[in-house]
């Protein structure tokens, strides 16, 4: 037998252990061995059967590589046959998070136990996919329709307790006792002569849904924002309504194969699972290996209580770091702190937290108005006015105040830190850390190395962000970094367009259509117009200045680009159309026909041509990279990939032989990239182009 699975005999209970690091995912050498075990077991003296994982976690999921290829040895079917036909009880024993593939299996179980730390779910559709052994058909014959819809859309993992709740658990068992507790509980079994309970015979939670199906539709309507665009949770839906729907859990099971082999085959989930891995490949950086030292970070400062200082401090109260807020005057202190308990309240309000981790949260923060009292912080973050000389000025009093060891971060969006680094005597612990408003949600963090910055504060920066469960993708220097200075392309070219005879909506209906979010216009509006502009400096010189003039702000004044009602709701502004044409008169342009290819194209395929750019000069590791900052900070629909996985799908000879012909008609912003050129002469992609091997 394979050494991953081992089988031993406890007096009567037969105990099969899965030792595979990391994570016990259900290869082929976990899959043969306990089909094996199972085999063996039924001719043994035992009289029920075990199932426990070592290391950190029952088993987490199957093992995605295999997708899309030859499944060798056992299939995880005949493995689920062998324990749910079992003529001893069989029970599953879960620590870590039962997952994907490791649930299914668990729901094969006769019975489960858990210790309290453990989570379980259903998580496929984060890959594009639906569970494709069972996890349809079988969850809602436990957990009833409803809760099995929630859970496997959202991909939810559910704390013991509320699984014990559910019936996904039967006994709870104490932390660090779970082979103990589970053999006990086998022991039980055997005793009380308890039956061999099959999930799949158990028909019962699935009447309510047959008596009312209109609770699918109705799902699909309160969810129809949430899931545009994606075909798995869709597909997951149909797994559970064939679950009611089907004759038999033979056929239902039969329909959930097929919906998750359309899937596995189609773009969407093979750009989702491309994601999965980028998001892992961005941790790996060549000259900051694996086992790089790093400082502890117990204290962290923040300077700025303002809406980007508030959100970053919540990030660390939240896994229970202390933070000393500073600010210059005691009202924004106040207004900052009281935006922060407000966050945390409607946290509450929705069932997130309870009124004594919002306090215990809140009792982690500690407001200042002496930078002094930054002295013991292992972590600095800078969050004020986005302007290199205040900026300077900040650092060059955070290196004369904080102690030695001390990394010393700025939130900038775009400016150069080796500048900012410069006026301080340790350069070394100087490091960028973009995060993204608002920044106790947004889950992208640009980790931004100077040329001085050292390793192990590049290493902790890394681990700092994963502790706040942050994606960190690392950049150089640049203006803009890697997200800003590929989005400007697109608002650059958005405003070209209106200005040439496209409509703001127009524009945001194509790019909306793609996938974002909202388009740039009516972000523009969200954000405020306003945004940085200085009304005495101010000369009518670009449509922004004109609807800042006119007091339209956006959102916040009931108009901008757009009108909005008092729900602010957004609708195309007749105002909007006149001004837009009476600039264009007096500038001397004439409106044309664009076409929504057009616009489509200038917007994505510039991005692209300067995410070629950022890879050539050496500013992202890699292009998956780039992506994952598209898809984690900007909007970029995970369907897609990113933009330069989207390059690669759609044929980098397109996208050239499109930026040329912009560039013939529109001018040199359109010059193509050199690599972008260099990789279609030589017939290769993004995905190819690797500085993995390269110092960064």
Not at 356 to 368: F, T
Not at 601 to 623: F, P, V, W
Request: hydrophobic share 40%; net charge neutral; with cysteine.
């Amino acid at each position: 037998m394979d050494k991953v699975v081992q089988l031993e005999i406890h007096d009567t209970i037969a105990v099969i252990t899965i030792n595979s690091p990391p994570v016990n995912a259900l290869s082929a050498d976990v899959r043969n061995g306990l089909f094996e075990s199972f085999q063996r077991v039924l001719v043994s003296d035992a009289q029920a059967v075990v199932l426990i994982c070592e290391g950190r976690t029952f088993i987490a999921g199957a093992d995605i590589t295999e997708f899309g290829g030859h499944i060798k040895g056992a299939g995880l079917s005949q493995v689920q046959e062998a324990m749910e036909n079992s003529s001893k009880p069989v029970i599953a024993a879960i620590h870590g998070t039962a997952l994907g593939g490791g649930l299914e299996l668990a729901l094969c179980a006769h019975y489960r136990v858990a210790m309290r730390s453990a989570k379980i779910g259903l998580p496929e559709v984060a890959l594009g996919l639906i569970p494709g052994a069972g996890g349809t058909q079988r969850l809602p014959r436990i957990v009833g329709v409803e809760k099995a819809l929630e859970m496997v859309t959202s991909g939810r993992h559910v704390p013991a307790q509320e699984a014990l709740a559910m019936g996904l658990v039967d006994e709870l068992v104490e932390e660090g006792k779970l082979k103990e507790g589970a053999i006990a509980f086998a022991c039980k079994v055997v005793a009380e002569g308890k039956p061999l309970v099959k999930i799949r015979q158990n028909n019962a939670k699935l009447e309510a849904a047959k008596r009312h199906p209109e609770i699918f539709d109705n799902f699909r309507k309160t969810n129809a924002r949430k899931f545009r665009g994606l075909l798995a949770p869709e597909y997951n839906i149909r797994g559970i309504e064939a679950a009611v729907s089907s004759a038999s859990f033979e056929g239902g099971l039969r329909f959930e194969q097929q919906l998750f082999t359309e899937l596995e085959r189609g773009p969407q989930s093979a750009a989702q699972r491309y994601h999965f891995f980028a998001e892992r490949r961005a941790r790996k950086i060549p000259d900051v290996p694996d086992g790089t030292p790093t400082r502890p970070i117990n204290k962290v400062g923040i300077l700025g209580a303002g809406t980007m200082g508030g959100g970053i401090a919540m990030n660390f109260a939240n896994v229970g770091i202390p933070v000393t807020i500073v600010e210059i005057k005691k009202e924004a202190l106040d207004r900052g702190f009281g935006v922060i308990r407000s966050n945390y309240e409607r946290t509450a309000a929705r069932g997130g937290l309870t009124p004594e981790q919002v306090n215990q949260r809140m009792g982690l923060l500690i407001g200042s108005l002496d930078m002094k009292d930054f002295a013991n912080c292992d972590l600095i973050i800078e969050a004020v006015f986005e302007r290199m000389d205040i900026k300077k000025q900040v650092f060059a009093r955070l290196d004369s105040t904080c102690k030695p060891g001390a990394i010393l971060a700025t939130n900038t969006s775009e400016l150069n830190i080796d500048e900012i680094a410069a006026v301080t005597k340790r350069p070394e612990d100087v490091i960028g850390l973009h995060f993204f408003s608002p920044a106790n949600v947004m889950k992208l963090l640009e980790v931004i190395r100077g040329e001085k910055t050292a390793k192990d504060v590049i290493a902790t920066s890394m681990k700092s962000a994963r502790t706040i469960g942050k994606v960190a993708v690392l950049a150089r220097v640049c203006y803009g970094f890697i997200g800003n200075r590929m989005l400007a392309q697109r608002e650059r070219e958005a405003k070209k367009l209106v200005l040439e005879g496209a409509s703001p909506w127009d524009v945001d209906q194509v790019l909306y259509d793609f996938g974002f979010p909202m388009g740039p216009f009516r972000m523009a509006d969200l954000a405020g117009l306003d945004l940085g502009w200085v009304s005495e400096e101010s000369t009518s010189s670009t449509l922004r200045e004109v609807f800042c003039e006119m007091g339209r702000f956006g959102q916040k004044t009931g108009a901008g680009y757009y009108d909005y009602d008092e729900n602010r709701n957004a609708k195309p502004s007749l105002i909007t159309e006149k001004i837009i044409s009476e600039f264009m008169a007096k500038s001397g342009m004439s409106p044309r026909k664009i076409s929504d290819g057009d616009v489509l194209e200038r917007c994505i395929y510039s991005m692209i041509n300067e995410g070629a750019k950022i890879l050539e000069e050496g500013k992202a590791l890699r292009a998956s990279d780039i992506d994952v900052v598209w898809v984690n900070g900007y909007g970029w629909p995970v369907y897609r990939g990113g933009p330069m996985y989207y390059a690669d799908q759609i044929g980098l000879d397109r996208v050239l032989a499109r930026m040329r012909e912009f560039q013939l008609s529109l001018g040199d912003e359109f010059k193509p990239a050199h690599l972008l050129e260099k990789l279609v002469a030589e017939d290769k992609t993004f995905a190819n182009f690797d500085q993995f091997q390269k110092t960064f």
